[in-house]
């Protein structure tokens, strides 16, 4: 289901190398991952995380502090591949996965022959998500660009805390496919907020990636899970570490970190696509 970013034509796997029927070839890195940026083509100014960011967020979910967020997603693609009932292997892919926690754990929820894809322009935190999770393959892709899939592929696609492309969302799902959007809840990391000079939450947040991803798809339902959580000085630490914030606070106030009761909030929401526009 992977296509090659020069010609788009169907990658196939042979030995270590992915290869189309043009020749164009992209070798597995040791650690597992594929290197769809070919050598050439601008990346749109996505930074994608650091490999400081991507070990914060490693450590801060390998401590099980999202796994409220991480049971709910997983229950959701869950449910939409059993209602699909098809006859083939499901397929499901995030994009922007960074460390690969997400798509990592339906490797757990979903049937054992299921085809998961993770895709994050950060080599850094691909290396890190191919190691966690050898079943998942990942490529490195500018989704901005292009997201490296044939047409109508997958069943569920994941964008947790990710850029969205809305007409290549729309491209590589098929029609009765699940596009699944997790965006911060308007009181998440609230207790921080007050504390530390973080990037705040655009309030309008929610109406603006309805807008964003209009008219290509609609909201069918959404979920807002909320819980407040004990965290130590070191969680508080790899919180704030693995955001965007981490660039606009001095290196000091992450190793400050004291221990805090706080809000984590988020909101879920499935989208379908949206029918043609008729004339
Ligand atoms: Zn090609």
């Given at each position: 289901m992977l296509s090659c970013p020069v010609c788009r034509g169907p990658l196939v796997l042979q030995g270590r190398t992915f290869r189309c029927a043009s020749g164009h070839a992209f070798d597995r890195a040791r650690e597992g991952y594929v290197d769809?940026?070919?050598?050439?083509?601008?990346?749109?100014?996505?930074?994608?995380?650091t490999a400081a960011m991507s070990r914060a967020r490693r450590r801060f979910l390998g401590r099980g502090h999202y796994d409220p967020l991480v049971r709910r997603i997983a229950a959701r693609v869950r449910e939409h591949v059993d209602r699909a009932a098809q006859p083939r292997p499901p397929a499901v892919a995030e994009a922007g996965c960074g460390v690969g926690h997400y798509i990592g754990a339906l490797a757990n929820t979903l049937p054992d022959d299921a085809a998961l894809f993770g895709f994050d322009v950060s080599r850094d935190a691909l290396r890190l998500a191919a190691r966690l999770h050898p079943r998942v393959t990942f490529a490195v892709n500018d989704l901005k660009h292009r997201l490296c899939l044939t047409d109508a592929s997958l069943d569920a696609l994941l964008d947790v805390f990710a850029p969205r492309n809305a007409a290549e969302f729309r491209r590589v799902l098929r029609p009765d496919g699940l596009l699944l959007v997790v965006i911060p809840g308007e009181r998440h990391m609230a207790e921080l907020r007050d504390r530390l000079p973080l990037l705040g939450i655009e309030p309008d947040k929610r109406e603006r990636t309805l807008e964003q991803l209009a008219p290509a798809f609609e909201a069918a339902w959404e979920e807002t899970p909320e819980w407040e959580a004990e965290l130590a000085g070191e969680d508080v630490a790899d919180l704030v570490g693995m955001t965007p914030s981490a660039h606009h606070l001095p290196g000091g106030d992450l190793a400050s970190g004291d221990p805090a009761r706080v809000t984590l909030s988020f909101r879920l929401i499935g989208f379908a696509a949206a029918p043609p526009l008729s004339d």
């Amino acid at each position: 289901m992977l296509s090659c970013p020069v010609c788009r034509g169907p990658l196939v796997l042979q030995g270590r190398t992915f290869r189309c029927a043009s020749g164009h070839a992209f070798d597995r890195a040791r650690e597992g991952y594929v290197d769809l940026l070919p050598v050439g083509h601008g990346r749109s100014g996505i930074r994608g995380d650091t490999a400081a960011m991507s070990r914060a967020r490693r450590r801060f979910l390998g401590r099980g502090h999202y796994d409220p967020l991480v049971r709910r997603i997983a229950a959701r693609v869950r449910e939409h591949v059993d209602r699909a009932a098809q006859p083939r292997p499901p397929a499901v892919a995030e994009a922007g996965c960074g460390v690969g926690h997400y798509i990592g754990a339906l490797a757990n929820t979903l049937p054992d022959d299921a085809a998961l894809f993770g895709f994050d322009v950060s080599r850094d935190a691909l290396r890190l998500a191919a190691r966690l999770h050898p079943r998942v393959t990942f490529a490195v892709n500018d989704l901005k660009h292009r997201l490296c899939l044939t047409d109508a592929s997958l069943d569920a696609l994941l964008d947790v805390f990710a850029p969205r492309n809305a007409a290549e969302f729309r491209r590589v799902l098929r029609p009765d496919g699940l596009l699944l959007v997790v965006i911060p809840g308007e009181r998440h990391m609230a207790e921080l907020r007050d504390r530390l000079p973080l990037l705040g939450i655009e309030p309008d947040k929610r109406e603006r990636t309805l807008e964003q991803l209009a008219p290509a798809f609609e909201a069918a339902w959404e979920e807002t899970p909320e819980w407040e959580a004990e965290l130590a000085g070191e969680d508080v630490a790899d919180l704030v570490g693995m955001t965007p914030s981490a660039h606009h606070l001095p290196g000091g106030d992450l190793a400050s970190g004291d221990p805090a009761r706080v809000t984590l909030s988020f909101r879920l929401i499935g989208f379908a696509a949206a029918p043609p526009l008729s004339d």
